[in-house]
């Protein structure tokens, strides 16, 4: 930004303000641009806690409901000139967690920063699950029921 750019935030978004007009930057806006990048870096597997998925995977099946939530398990603080972002992830089996964290800040701080001209405070991660390879076969409809163990 500018010298001559000022900025203002309300409770649901950020006004950038310069001498040829102004500019409003939603919250959810940044929540999608961090969603979209963390979902960028290897080894993601999926956004959200349990919960957030279980309606994220009802939602996506509605019809006419838009798709996937690519906000989903991200949670953002917009302040005038900064922002603070909160992610929860579901991580690949096999990939080292503080490596995957380094990289999903990394990215997640650029491209908010170059797409919106906030500065990045923090970004903080919570793993909440980790994808192992054998959940690919029990996830999904096409897949047979486990039979019973008793009678």
Known sequence: MTES??????????????????????DTVVSKIA???A??????????????RAFGAIRERIPGSGGPNVSQGVSVEVGE???AIDIDVVVEYGVAIADLAAGIRRNVI???QSMTGLQVVEVNIAVDDIHL???????????????????
Do not use: F, H, W
């Not at 979902?39 to 957030?52: D, F, P």
């Open 5 to 26: 750019t000022k900025t203002a935030s309300t409770s649901s978004s950020t006004e950038l303000v310069s001498s040829q007009g102004k500019t409003t930057i939603a």
């Open 81 to 83: 000139t900064q922002a």
């Open 35 to 37: 969603g979209m990048a």
């Open 110 to 112: 650029q491209s908010i």
């Open 133 to 151: 390879p054998s959940d690919e076969s029990s996830n999904g409809d096409e897949s047979e029921p486990t039979p019973s163990r008793v009678q």
């Open 39 to 52: 979902r960028e870096v290897n080894g993601v597997y999926r956004l959200g806690g349990g919960t957030a």
